[in-house]
């Protein structure tokens, strides 16, 4: 439960060392695919990194004295604080954006409601609707309120190579979003241009939009097709390019692999 109680010890926890924060009984989406979407799991964190995440943290975590969030009822999904150099797709795992795995940065969000499965790629919000946002381990906005100021940085254009650059339609043709080399999307819906226009990243198979009006979406690429927001998008040249839908699944199985390895 998100009361005053809970605020004030998340606010007085300023030790060194600090004490654990524990969300517990939450829904997380990892936006990792060797971990998943994880129902009932608990998330703990060590100053700025996440320590745990899976089922039944809170006994092995209860030496330590953690403060306790009650995650019932609640969805942790990635939260990017980042500037124009993480804007695209990443190739070092340290500065990969968007994914909860033990060792990455304690940057996520905290939203009302639970989903299940691929229900992330149906997440459409906006950073004041969170129920808390935690950037890189400190409480920034808890119950809808801010506690700090959120450190974001404007998103400039950076060069960005990745398979899944180009135009995507959906199964309507009402929807035509192109992801470009800029780290940039563009929406045209119903023939209406940029209708939507925003910055993208992309870990794996799983894209984040942050769109120019200031809200947050997922999308998820499985076997050359694009899921977001409930829509189906396939790539306007994927029939008639096979050398680039080969090099997609090159790319990958590399991806796979390099998680496996890290």
Do not use: C, K
Not at 76 to 89: C, E, K, L, M, T
Not at 125 to 140: F, I, K, M, N, Y
Not at 157 to 173: A, K
């Amino acid at each position: 439960m998100l009361d005053e109680t809970l605020l004030a010890a998340i606010t007085a926890n300023t030790g060194d060392p600090r004490r654990p924060l524990l969300f517990h009984n939450t829904t997380i989406h990892t936006a990792d695919p060797a971990i998943g979407d994880l129902a009932g799991a608990d998330l703990l964190l060590a100053g700025d990194v996440i320590v745990g995440l899976g089922p039944d943290l809170h006994a092995a975590a209860v030496d330590d004295d953690p403060i306790v969030v009650d995650g019932t009822g609640l969805t942790i999904v990635p939260w990017i604080i980042r500037g124009a150099a993480d804007a695209g797709s990443h190739a070092h795992l340290a500065d990969r954006v968007g994914v909860l795995r033990p060792g990455s940065p304690a940057t996520f969000a905290v939203l009302p409601g639970r989903s299940s499965g691929a229900g992330l790629e149906m997440v459409v919000w906006r950073p004041e609707q969170a129920a808390v946002l935690v950037v890189d381990g400190e409480v920034t906005l808890f119950d809808g309120r801010p506690l700090t100021p959120t450190p974001t940085e404007p998103l400039r254009s950076q060069s960005v190579r990745n398979p899944y650059l180009g135009m995507w339609i959906d199964e309507s043709g009402y929807i035509h979003q192109e992801l470009t080399a800029d780290g940039r999307y563009d929406e045209t819906r119903g023939g209406r241009p940029h209708a939507y226009q925003g910055a993208f990243w992309i870990e794996g198979d799983w894209i984040v939009y942050r769109d120019d009006l200031g809200f947050w979406a997922y999308g998820r690429f499985n076997d050359g097709v694009l899921h977001h927001a409930g829509y189906t998008f396939h790539r306007r040249d994927e029939r008639d390019d096979p050398e680039r839908t080969a090099h997609q699944y090159l790319w990958r199985n590399q991806q796979s692999l390099q998680a496996q390895t890290a």
